[in-house]
């Protein structure tokens, strides 16, 4: 077996074991010629007798912050070592990076992603429950959007939020978790993709969305507010998506978001459980040492 960089002559065998697995579901067949173009990281392929049989994905979602996703073994393959063999060679390129956290998430019953995860030194960082929802016509109050110039007392309102700290600070894009900073929240409020309520002039509720990396979706990342409040803004950003042009809406939140969202009209989705690994600190770099991910 060899491991290597994708190519696109990969794609049909690639796509064709993919079919098999999550019942068709599986996303990437539509990521596949972005995931090939993009810069930084690496995108692997396992091969086994000139056929490939596996893919490992590294994202850089940020300097220093490295996301894995796109671990996959064909079926007719399976528990043969392969996805070893692939981390084995994503943890060198992943050393290049010089990263300070290097995360993933997979649905709660992966058993076999959780284990290897947590060899490795990956530490479990948060559950999610995964909600999606409709798009809806109607009114909206005239400054439900944030500005730039309300940065500074989005990231005060931020810090303070039981759900930003139970999230460990990270903003949920479709299946990717990116650190929600300064720059990210200017990014995000800058393509009007924030929506905030006040009461007395004060920010007392929050709702952060951003388009899907590599889908149709509008990703609800971030929510929280007092209960009725938080409630509104979730269904204001069901009517701001809708006038974005978005169709669908997807959200990944901790349990106490989901119970906002499900009264604002989403319904769970399978599978509905999430969960959140990061490596980093003292862990990451004996892990980098060790040479296995
Ligand atoms: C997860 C997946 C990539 C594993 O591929 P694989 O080539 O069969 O895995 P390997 O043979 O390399 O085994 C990896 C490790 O998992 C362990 N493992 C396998 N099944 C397991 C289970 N049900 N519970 C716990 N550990 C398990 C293996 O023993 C091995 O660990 P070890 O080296 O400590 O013994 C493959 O099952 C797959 O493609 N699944 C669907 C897609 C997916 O779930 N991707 C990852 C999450 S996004």
């Not at 490992?56 to 043969?80: C, M, N, Q």
């Not at 947590?118 to 944030?146: Q, T």
């Not at 990061?278 to 990451?284: F, P, V, Y």
């Amino acid at each position: 077996m060899i491991i290597r960089p994708a190519r696109p002559s990969d794609r049909e065998t690639v796509v064709s074991f993919s079919a098999r697995i999550w019942d068709g579901y599986d996303y990437l067949p539509r990521v596949w010629d972005q995931w090939l173009a993009e810069a930084g990281g690496a995108f692997l392929v396992a091969e086994l007798n000139g056929q490939p049989v596996g893919t490992d994905k590294i994202t850089v979602l940020a300097p220093g912050e490295v996301w894995l996703e796109g671990l996959r073994v064909d079926p007719h393959h399976r528990g043969k070592g392969i996805a070893r063999a692939l981390s084995r060679e994503a943890i060198q390129n992943v050393r290049q990076l010089r990263p300070s956290s290097v995360r993933f998430s997979t649905v709660v019953d992966n058993q076999t992603s959780r284990h290897m995860g947590e060899e490795a030194g990956f530490r479990f960082l948060f559950p999610c429950r995964r909600l999606i929802g409709e798009v809806r016509n109607g009114d909206l109050p005239e400054d439900v959007l944030g500005k730039l110039a309300d940065v500074d007392e989005m990231l005060v309102f931020l810090h303070r939020s039981a759900v930003f700290q139970r999230m460990k600070g990270l903003f949920a894009w479709g299946w990717i978790f990116k650190r929600l900073d300064r720059p990210f929240l200017e990014q995000i409020v800058g393509e009007g993709n924030a929506l905030l309520a006040r009461s007395r002039g004060k920010i007392n509720g929050l709702a952060l969305f951003q388009g899907q990396r590599h889908g149709p979706k509008a990703a609800l990342g971030f929510i929280d507010g007092a209960e009725e409040t938080a409630v509104t803004l979730a269904d204001q950003f069901r009517i701001v998506a809708q006038r974005r042009g978005f169709r669908e809406l997807l959200s990944m939140v901790p349990e106490s978001s989901a119970s906002v969202l499900l009264a604002a009209g989403f319904r769970l989705e399978e599978p509905t459980s999430v969960v959140v690994y990061e490596l980093s600190g003292e862990r990451l770099q004996r892990t980098l040492q060790a040479g296995e991910i």
